[in-house]
């Protein structure tokens, strides 16, 4: 008796002021994101310092390129590359760096072909947007070089050789950005 | 009579946060978008003038004699180092570099198997304290010069103010 007496003493008891205390309580419960605010501003601000409306050039893997304190900044152009194996124009392989070098004549033959197909569409796009009156980019000549830092000058000189014969007199070396000057 | 709290004063006190739910999603928006446009590796272009091309070619083997000279040349040589043709009036040789008469510039020997840009800059800087030279420097290498080098001397110029940087032919300048 004295059992059942304890379990409905507890049962009213539930019933009672308890009881309707805990229904209060049962609400839905709130995720504190004070903190992941606290991290997506620090990112946030991180990501604003270094971002960058300049073009995106991609370089490829075996170009280590030298520094410099220019601040000249990247323009959009058509990209020749020459790393440690092939000479790239917009990232598709033209020549081995190897085949190229070695070659008794300054010019590249392989490079002046694709270059030379490049001039023409360029400048027959250009006369095109000129004719229809459209206000477009005129065709200027600029190419921008990536090199490898080890690159001898011989293959640097062939292939601004090769750009100046197929009218891309506008040579614009690309490098990496330092603050501080490297001797 | 025993004292009960007011349930209006509890809920008053109770804590309301700001609701951070929108902040949270133009967060969501603004940084994948950031990312996309976040640069690590800076790049920068330094602009060169090239030398007008033959039409035929070939190399160039025929040795020309030297103009008279109206700008700074800078020669990077393999076996030599660096020679700067122009100005020698009034400079006075130093440990550093020497002064050439007959090529009508310094020379500047390695300094630990490397090209010394340091002597370069000072002369550079002493050329440009006592005269008024223009702003253009050519550069003419050796065909075994490491890009990185040519890249160095033409970035040192740029920074003590010869920002027009050309190439030269080395077989059209003065060289033993």
């Known amino acids: 008796m004295a059992g059942i007496s304890a379990s409905q003493s507890h049962k009213s008891s539930l019933t009672g002021s308890a009881f309707t205390k805990r229904k209060k309580k049962a609400r839905v419960m709130e995720l504190n994101i004070t903190s992941l605010i606290d991290v997506l501003t620090i990112l946030l601000i991180f990501l604003l310092k270094n971002y960058s409306s300049d073009p995106q050039l991609s370089t490829s893997k075996d170009i280590e390129l030298p520094y410099t304190t220019s601040t000249e900044r990247v323009k959009t152009a058509i990209n020749i590359s020459i790393s440690k194996k092939w000479i790239l124009l917009d990232n598709k392989p033209i020549i081995k760096t190897q085949s190229a ?9 392989e490079l002046r072909k ?20 459209i206000e477009g980019k005129e065709f200027d ?12 000058y011989k293959m640097i000189k062939k292939v601004m050789y090769t750009c100046g014969n197929t009218e891309y007199n506008n040579i614009m070396l690309t490098l990496v950005k330092d603050d501080n000057p490297h001797y | 009579m025993a004292f009960r709290p007011s349930t209006k004063l509890s809920s008053l006190g109770e804590e309301h946060p700001p ?23 800076k790049l920068s272009v330094m602009n060169l003038s090239l030398p007008s091309g033959g039409s035929s070619g070939e190399q160039s083997t025929e040795q020309e004699k030297p103009k008279e000279l109206e700008n700074l040349i800078l020669i990077l040589s393999q076996d030599k180092g660096l020679i700067l043709l122009g100005y020698k009036e009034g400079i006075k040789s130093s440990n550093r570099y020497t002064i050439d008469k007959e090529r009508n510039g310094i020379h500047i020997p390695f300094k630990d198997d490397k090209f010394n840009l340091y002597a370069l800059e000072d002369y550079i800087k002493e050329i440009k304290e006592k005269y008024e030279i223009q702003q253009s420097i050519s550069f003419a290498c050796d065909e075994e ?9 033409m970035d040192l110029c740029r920074r003590n103010g010869l920002s027009k940087l ?6 059209t300048v003065f060289i033993e």
């Open chain 1, 101 to 109: 070098i070695v070659g008794k004549y300054l010019d590249i033959p």
């Open chain 1, 114 to 133: 694709v270059l030379g197909k490049k001039a023409m569409a360029e400048k027959l796009i250009a006369e095109t947007w000129k004719k229809k009156g």
């Open chain 1, 141 to 152: 000549g600029t190419v921008l070089l990536q090199a490898d830092k080890n690159t001898p």
């Open chain 2, 19 to 41: 609701n951070l739910m929108p902040i949270m999603n133009l967060f969501l928006v603004l940084i994948p978008m950031l990312i996309t446009m976040t640069v690590l590796v």
């Open chain 2, 145 to 153: 010069i490491k890009y990185e080098d040519l890249i160095k001397a």
């Open chain 2, 166 to 171: 050309g190439l030269v032919e080395i077989a």
